[in-house]
Structure formats: structure tokens, C-alpha cells
């Protein structure tokens, strides 16, 4: 009988939380992962029409290896790829207008819903246009020189902030500073105190505003909240091989992969589970 008690204390009963594998958990919140779209080659450069809940994106055409924009309502999940664009990258929205904006290998364009199409508006024909983003102008950078500009009031102006600054990815937040990214890393421009601050050394692929105004990033390995009061960055999640991020008007995710899209949707079920299994190591 003692021999059998001995036995037994060799062995420890081991309780831990287990995340889901289709589970997300940001600032305390459960997502479940809910795949979009799949077999599409390199999504890149989302945003969203919140008017018509349409998701705009940059994808590698596979037969003929350049540059195009697709779109995919997140109401129906319908998908088409937009006409009449030359090499498109890039997508903006004036929310307040009901404008979309495209960028391609020749300059700016103009998308029509009714038509499904992109028509050039004639304004930079021998710019390559890499990333777009809206607020109270249309910013954009361009490739290869890394150059930001904005076209306001009829006109395509640099931005001023940034004369002489390489910039891949440029945005504005609610405060109306400049924010950007370059091989160097994530930084702020206070137009107030006319300074720099630099956010993060990470790679940034991709920078949207969620229906607030407030901007998100990503980087290949995760995706960040800006707080533009403490100028801090604040990682929601991490994942691998993330390609670029954009806010539902409800507050969900949505992330690209090398061959899909994904939407985090806030749900009531619990993402941990209890999982209990008995160890004998030492025995």
C-alpha cells in the first residue's frame, strides 16, 4: 500500500487556458476568424467604402504578373475586379463625397460604381502611384521615388511637411498630423510644433483609419493602434505573414494573407478553453 502511494506522488495534474486556433483575442475582446476570400495572390492595400461595406484591394494577377484592383461587398461577398485601370496599387475614399479614388502606373483615378469601372482623370499620366489614403485631400506616395503629395482643390501639390523625406506610406490622423512610413520605420509630423516623433522602427505594409479616424497599421508580423495623445503604439494582435489591415465601421478586422482575406468578427463565445492533462515528468 505505501509503495502505491509513493507511485502516485510522482504524477501532477496540469489545468491551463488553450487559445482556440480560429480565436483572436484584442484588448480583451474574442474574434472569430471568418476567411473572406481565397486564392487570390498578395492582397495588399485595403480599404473600405463604409457607405456600400465594399472592401477595395491590390492583388498579383496571376497570368499576366502585374498589378490590379479588385473589390468584395461584406455584405453579399460579391468580387469583381475593376476595368479600366492601368497597373492599379491603391485605393481611397471621400466618405463625405462618395468618391473613390484609385491609383495605377499612370496617375489617378476615379471609380464608378454603376459602370464597375476606373477612369483616368488626366492628372499625373507618368506618375506610378504606390499607396492612397483620404482626409480633407487625397495623399498619395509614389514609386519609385517615395514622394508624398496631395491633391486638393483641383491640385496635385508635395506635401510640404514632408519636402525631401522618402515616404512609401503617408496618412492623416484626427488631430491632423502627418503620419508616415519609410524604410526607417513609422513616424508622426506635429504641425503644431512643426517636430518628428518616430512610432516604431517596424516595417509598416500597410496604414487605414477606422471609421473614426483613428489609424491602425501592420507589419508582416502584427497589426498596431496609434494613440495620437500619448503618440504610443499599441500591438492588437500578432500573426505571420500579414500583408495589410482595414476597420469594419463595426469595429472588426479585416487582415490580408499571402493568398487570402480575413475578417476578425467580435463575437459572445469564449476563445479559451480548459484543457487538463496529467504529467509524470520526474518519475
Request: aromatic share 14%; net charge negative.
Amino acid at each position: 500500500m505505501m509503495r502505491f502511494i509513493i507511485f502516485l506522488s510522482f504524477f501532477a495534474v496540469i489545468n491551463a487556458s488553450v487559445l482556440k486556433p480560429n480565436c483572436v483575442v484584442i484588448r480583451n475582446r474574442n474574434y472569430e476568424k471568418d476567411v473572406l476570400k481565397v486564392d487570390i495572390k498578395s492582397p495588399y492595400q485595403l480599404a473600405i467604402d463604409h457607405d456600400t461595406n465594399t472592401l477595395f484591394f491590390s492583388f498579383t494577377a496571376r497570368k499576366d504578373e502585374m498589378f490590379k484592383i479588385a473589390y468584395l461587398s461584406l455584405k453579399t461577398r460579391e468580387y469583381n475586379v475593376v476595368s479600366g485601370i492601368h497597373g492599379g496599387f491603391a485605393t481611397a475614399i471621400d466618405s463625405n463625397k462618395n468618391k473613390i479614388y484609385m491609383g495605377g502606373e499612370d496617375g489617378i483615378y476615379k471609380f464608378d460604381y454603376k459602370t464597375k469601372t476606373a477612369t483616368n482623370l488626366g492628372l499625373l499620366s507618368n506618375v506610378n502611384i504606390w499607396q492612397m489614403f483620404f482626409k480633407n485631400g487625397l495623399y498619395f506616395t509614389t514609386y519609385p521615388e517615395e514622394t508624398a503629395f496631395v491633391y486638393k482643390k483641383n491640385k496635385v501639390d508635395i506635401v510640404r511637411e514632408l519636402v525631401d523625406i522618402k515616404a512609401m506610406l503617408v496618412a492623416v490622423n484626427k488631430a491632423g498630423h502627418i503620419v508616415y512610413a519609410n524604410s526607417s520605420g513609422l513616424f508622426m509630423y506635429n504641425e503644431s510644433t512643426q517636430t518628428t516623433n518616430l512610432l516604431d522602427t517596424a516595417v509598416v505594409n500597410g496604414i487605414t483609419a477606422d471609421i473614426d479616424g483613428n489609424l491602425f497599421f501592420s507589419t508582416p508580423t502584427g497589426v498596431y493602434f496609434i494613440d495620437e495623445n500619448t503618440k504610443q503604439v499599441d500591438e492588437l494582435f500578432r500573426m505571420e505573414n500579414i500583408y495589410g489591415v482595414a476597420v469594419e465601421g463595426n469595429g472588426d478586422f479585416i487582415y490580408a494573407t499571402e493568398d487570402s482575406l480575413v475578417r476578425l468578427k467580435s463575437t459572445k463565445n469564449e476563445c479559451f478553453f480548459e484543457q487538463t492533462w496529467i504529467s509524470n515528468e520526474g518519475f
